[in-house]
């Protein structure tokens, strides 16, 4: 029988899905730099009609999740390691969602409603360390055939097995960029704060973050094969280099400054010395 119990690393992800018929077609494939259609219609959890691009500002990055309410186990597990990273998010780095960032949740169980979307909304923040900025959370619904034209836009794609009833699928956190474009995937569990943060930081292409944040994400590239952010000496070195070029520089001025100074007062005194030697000559005479 198909679930979507998949539970697992990527790796092992898609050895399981590739030894079950049921999961033919189901996956995830990569779409980096691809624009979502942000002209999609959505509701929102006050049964409003909502376009996708709304929750895009230019501003800041989006968290991108697909899950369906009724899923036995693995979206509600997806949606509890989603609420474990905001708030570590929260916790450590101080970063509210609305703030730094927004999160977006799309059901593609056309039987999902906006009164169920609001139901799982509600459970999700209640759990949170903080309150969600306006926006800062949303999860949306909507036909069909337009939640599949985004869950195909952003390579998520999975299938309704009627025997089950259920959906067999994957599950990943998906980085947008703020102008909508996608930048990334975070596939497996858990959803580790700090990676989430690093993977936010590029995804908003320098307009979120304090300085220290962004020279922290300078140190740190993606790897595809570890499925991670790593640290990298490379570029840990071409930034110390760039500090000490900066700190000689800043001494070597320093001197020059103070002995250009130093030489400047002397001549100044000894003109005024100068100046006094022959005012006194003057009255003598």
Not at 233 to 238: G, L
């Amino acid at each position: 029988m198909a679930t979507c119990a998949l539970v697992a690393h990527p790796a092992q992800a898609q050895r399981v899905l590739e030894s079950i018929p049921e999961t033919d077609g189901v996956g995830l494939t990569t779409k980096v730099g691809d624009m979502l259609p942000l002209d999609t219609p959505f509701k929102d959890t006050s049964n409003n009609d909502v376009m996708l691009g709304s929750m895009f500002d230019g501003e800041r990055p989006v968290l991108l999740l697909f899950v369906y309410f009724t899923c036995p186990l693995q979206c509600p597990y997806t949606m509890q390691q989603t609420q474990i990273a905001l708030n570590e998010l929260y916790d450590k780095f101080g970063w509210t969602a609305g703030e730094q960032y927004r999160l977006l949740v799309v059901s593609f169980d056309h039987n999902d409603t906006p009164r169920s979307a609001n139901q799982q909304r509600e459970g999700l923040v209640a759990g949170l360390h903080f309150e969600p900025r306006k926006g800062g959370v949303e999860i949306w619904t909507s036909t069909p055939e337009q939640v599949r034209k985004v869950a195909d836009a952003a390579g998520f794609y999975y299938r309704y097995i009627p025997e089950a009833r259920q959906f067999s699928h994957v599950s990943a956190l998906i980085y947008l960029r703020p102008d909508g474009t996608i930048h990334n995937y975070m596939k497996g569990f858990p959803f580790p704060a700090k990676q989430v943060r690093l993977g936010l930081l590029e995804a908003s292409e320098g307009k979120q973050g304090t300085v220290f944040e962004q020279v922290l994400q300078f140190c740190y590239t993606w790897s595809d094969s570890e499925g991670q952010y790593t640290l990298q000496a490379k570029r840990v070195m071409q930034l110390t280099g760039g500090v000490t070029v900066l700190v000689v520089g800043a001494f070597v001025g320093g001197l020059f400054l103070s002995g250009h100074l130093r030489g400047k007062n002397g001549r100044r005194m000894a003109s005024n010395a100068g100046d006094t030697t022959s005012t006194k000559v003057g009255a003598a005479t």
